[in-house]
Every structure is written in structure tokens, then in C-alpha cells.
Nanobody, 124 residues
Framework: QVRLVESGGGSVQAGGSLRLSCVASGYGYINYFMYYTAWFRQAPGKEREGVASIDSGGSTKYADSVKGRFTISRDNAKNMLYLQMNSLKPEDTAMYYC???????????????WGQGTQVTVSS
């Protein structure tokens, strides 16, 4: 079992920046290096969508809507996942979730482990 906890959400004006963090923990040692990780978001009334994914080697994939504005990264030694969000737009407003699995789902909504979410609100 893997427990994921997000932090870093908040309210910003359009054009601003936020950095989300997600720490992984569990019962005993977690070989975080073995897990594929990603960020998803869900806006009210909309389906959850993949934002960005990264594997332990640093290979990344981004949704077209965030390319050039968001950067995903991870620190395997600290069991940490990050999402740097720049040039935020009102349409980025959503609950953001981190996810992990030993299968590389990329941006598919099939990860086995999920955090509780952190809210990001962007005002115009």
C-alpha cells in the first residue's frame, strides 16, 4: 500500500504560479524508484484528466493544455513528486491529484494509488 499526500494548492490570479508537492509513504520501505507517477486534475462538472506524468528516469508526458506552462519533476530519494505551474489561467482551476502505480499509465486514469487532492483556484 502506498499513501500519497498533496500540498501546495491555493488561490492565485491569472498569470501567477504555484508549486504542488506530493509525498509518498506506506507500510515499511517503499521502493519509490519502481513507481510511475502523474498529476491529474478535476474541475467541477468535468471528468478527471491527466496533466503530466513522469517515470523514475525522468521521462515526461504533458497534456497539450499545459505544455510550456507546467513542469513535472520528482525526487526519488525523498519520495517526492512536484508540479510547477506557471502562467496559470482560470481554466486551470480544479482539484489536483497525484497518482502512482507500478504500471506506466502515462495520462490514463488507471493508476492504483491516489492522493486526496489539493485545490487550485485561478481568478481572472
Amino acid at each position: 500500500q502506498v499513501r500519497l499526500v498533496e500540498s501546495g494548492g491555493g488561490s492565485v490570479q491569472a498569470g501567477g504560479s504555484l508549486r504542488l508537492s506530493c509525498v509518498a509513504s506506506g507500510y515499511g520501505y517503499i521502493n519509490y524508484f519502481m513507481y510511475y507517477t502523474a498529476w491529474f486534475r478535476q474541475a467541477p462538472g468535468k471528468e478527471r484528466e491527466g496533466v503530466a506524468s513522469i517515470d523514475s528516469g525522468g521521462s515526461t508526458k504533458y497534456a497539450d493544455s499545459v505544455k510550456g506552462r507546467f513542469t513535472i519533476s520528482r525526487d526519488n530519494a525523498k519520495n517526492m513528486l512536484y508540479l510547477q505551474m506557471n502562467s496559470l489561467k482560470p481554466e486551470d482551476t480544479a482539484m489536483y491529484y497525484c497518482a502512482a502505480d507500478r504500471i506506466n499509465w502515462l495520462l490514463l486514469d488507471s493508476y492504483n494509488y491516489w492522493g486526496q487532492g489539493t485545490q487550485v483556484t485561478v481568478s481572472s
